[in-house]
């Protein structure tokens, strides 16, 4: 799949209603190309996804642990203008503080999200994550 179907099918997800637990987080970088295989093997040795603890609150899971604290909020993507579920990180896990995630559901339990660098709106990658049943 390329970026530009990837994209589409962002823009026509929706925003995730409270989501909770553990979910397995898959990145995608350079869709399409033969480095996106390798690069997603790399990915998945470093970050494995995120757990949503409740009240706003997730942490990033990397090398099998709970860190990188974020706080969830709704408002606009920087995509398109519609609305995401953000991930903020600002005040709270010092290296991931200049990251933004925008995370939209698009099928049952399945979440398409963005990554940004905050300062220029400069986006890094797509990732999806696959919610607790």
Same mark, same amino acid.
């Given at each position: 799949?390329? %970026?530009?179907?990837?994209?589409?099918?962002?823009?026509?997800?929706?925003?995730?209603?409270?989501?909770?637990?553990?979910?397995?987080?898959?990145?995608?970088?350079?869709?399409?190309?033969?480095?996106?295989?390798?690069?997603?093997?790399?990915?998945?040795?470093?970050?494995?996804?995120?757990?949503?603890?409740?009240?706003?609150?997730?942490? /990033?899971?990397?090398?099998?642990? /709970?860190?990188?604290?974020?706080?969830?909020?709704?408002?606009?993507?920087?995509?398109?203008?519609?609305?995401?579920?953000?991930?903020?990180?600002?005040?709270?896990?010092?290296?991931?503080?200049?990251? %933004?995630?925008?995370? %939209?559901?698009?099928?049952?339990?399945?979440?398409?999200?963005?990554?940004?660098?905050?300062?220029?709106?400069?986006?890094?990658?797509?990732?999806?994550?696959?919610?607790?049943?």
């Amino acid at each position: 799949m390329r %970026r530009e179907e990837i994209v589409e099918i962002f823009k026509q997800g929706t925003i995730p209603q409270s989501p909770e637990g553990y979910s397995r987080g898959t990145a995608i970088f350079y869709p399409g190309t033969k480095r996106a295989l390798i690069l997603k093997g790399i990915a998945r040795m470093l970050w494995q996804g995120k757990a949503f603890l409740g009240e706003g609150i997730i942490r /990033n899971r990397w090398f099998g642990f /709970n860190i990188f604290k974020g706080r969830t909020y709704t408002e606009a993507s920087w995509l398109d203008g519609k609305p995401a579920l953000i991930i903020d990180y600002a005040g709270m896990s010092g290296p991931f503080e200049p990251f %933004r995630d925008e995370l %939209r559901e698009i099928g049952p339990g399945l979440i398409l999200g963005r990554f940004y660098f905050k300062e220029d709106r400069k986006y890094i990658c797509h990732f999806t994550l696959e919610l607790p049943k």
